[in-house]
């Protein structure tokens, strides 16, 4: 019997191995911390200065919505807030393969006995925990600088966020280990991503600038928006896991 | 077994490889020849990093699979970078990619010890000198117990003692059915212990001599 088959019986499963390189990416964060602080101070940053581009009375807290030329409020916060979002979702992203790619650590990875999917869903699930804990900072303090409450229909926004990110990362994962592999990878990785990027964003920003709106959950379902997102989920969840192979080879 | 049937590979516009037939046995397989000769090209053709544009390679008789996880699982490749990562220690990595290749974590202990390392268990790997890296890599490539090992340069940055620790565990981890590729420059030292030898000289096939010596000239 050979070494391999063998080894098959006792070894760790597709979801142990993704969990286990997902772990190491979030290790190998946490000791460098160079792209959650980056990523944060991009969206603390953006968001402080887009507070002092619309006049005081344009707050949220005002009960008389105000316009902003023809524009309602609530439609340019729900902007404000998915650009920010877009943005620094890009910056971690264009890093993402930076750890394998300044040690040669691709070449081990990619000769692993795992599933190139697998590869994909272990990036794909550090980059989702890395722009979790960036929304989770970003979005109070957004709220807090424009006045938006939303009383007990945060968990819409909740849901909204959620469709959105996962999407996001997909297509994120999927051209950062494309943009990686050329030499203005940083680049490239937005001016890839974006245009796909482009549907995603608007259903965001118009799901959420209903919930701004005053809506509740049945009137921000009713446009068909989170159609969008769901679908645009399903579809990039699996191309994805199956396009991350070709990506890789080289 | 491993075989080269018309092998050409290039970067580009330049030819690494070409018209390379090779047929390796289970060994020590030392790939010797100047820089630039194709010595690593050779290694990643073989590991499926470096997908050459005309030829085959053919393992126990059968052409693999694309992205054949069972042939993975066999194999490891330790090339010109470390193959690390830099924030996690030397025992964190070598945990990492034994258990990705389904191989006994057990065996990162003794394998630290027998190649040196074992003061250096904690370090992170970004903190070492390029001799200590180097000597990681090789345990990296080791710990996963592979039948075909590929070292591109083990000895590189190595002072005498710590290339005889590399070439102990080299041979340690040999076994009747294993093969080594090892490719170097400096060829006096793997020639003390390899089975086998392919020089390569930018390009192909040009003889076979005692001790299966394969020379590629261009």
């Known amino acids: 019997m050979s070494v391999a088959a063998v080894r098959t019986g006792n070894e760790a499963g597709f979801v142990s191995k993704t969990l286990l390189l997902a772990r190491k990416d979030l290790v190998v964060e ?221 | 077994m491993i075989e080269l049937k018309g092998v050409r590979a290039v970067y580009g516009k330049t030819i690494a490889l070409d018209k390379v037939n090779l047929s390796i046995t289970p060994g020590i397989v030392g790939l010797y020849g100047p820089n630039g000769s194709g010595k690593s090209t050779l290694l990643r053709v073989v590991a499926g990093l470096h997908r050459p544009v005309l030829g085959q390679i053919v393992f126990d008789g059968a052409q693999p699979r694309p992205n054949d996880e069972n042939l993975r699982r066999r194999m490891s490749y330790a090339g010109h970078d470390a193959g690390l990562y830099g924030r996690l220690s030397v025992e964190e990595n070598l945990r990492l990619f034994a258990t990705l290749w389904g191989a006994p974590t057990e065996r990162v202990q003794p394998l630290l010890e027998q190649i040196g390392l074992q003061d250096r268990a904690r370090s992170r790997v970004d903190e070492l000198s390029a001799g200590l890296k180097r000597r990681a890599s090789v345990a990296r490539a080791l710990v996963v117990e592979p039948e075909i090992l590929l070292l591109d340069e083990p000895f590189a940055s190595l002072d005498d003692a710590a290339a005889d620790l590399v070439t102990a565990s080299i041979k340690a981890w040999h076994a009747p059915g294993r093969t080594a590729i090892i490719a170097t420059h400096g060829a006096k030292r793997l020639k003390s212990f390899a089975t086998t030898a392919i020089v390569l000289r930018r390009g192909s096939v040009a003889s076979d001599r005692d001790r299966q010596v394969t020379e590629v000239i261009a």
């Open chain 1, 30 to 250: 946490a000791r460098g911390r160079e792209t959650l602080p980056a990523m944060l101070a991009f969206s603390f940053a953006v968001t402080l200065l887009l507070a002092f581009t619309l006049p005081p009375e344009s707050s949220m807290r005002s009960d008389v919505p105000f316009v902003v030329g023809t524009v309602p409020v609530a439609q340019v916060l729900a902007g404000y807030l998915w650009v920010t979002i877009l943005f620094a979702g890009l910056i971690g992203f264009a890093r993402a393969f930076e750890v394998e790619r300044a040690d040669g650590a691709i070449d081990p990875l990619v000769m692993a006995p795992l599933d190139r999917s697998g590869l994909f869903a272990a990036k794909a699930l550090s980059n989702l925990v890395t722009l979790l804990l960036v929304q989770v900072f970003l979005v109070p303090t957004f709220g807090l600088l424009f006045g938006v409450n939303l009383g007990g229909r945060w968990f819409v926004l909740i849901v909204v966020i959620a469709l959105v990110d996962v999407g996001f990362v997909m297509v994120g994962t999927l051209f950062s280990a494309l943009a990686a592999q050329t030499r203005s990878r940083e680049l490239m990785l937005p001016i890839l991503a974006l245009p796909i990027l482009v549907p995603i964003f608007i259903a965001a920003t118009e799901l959420t600038a209903d919930l701004f709106a005053g809506g509740g959950m049945g009137e921000v379902a009713a446009r068909g928006w989170f159609g969008i997102l769901i679908a645009s989920d399903v579809i990039f969840s699996v191309v994805g896991a199956l396009a991350f192979e070709f990506v890789v080879e080289r």
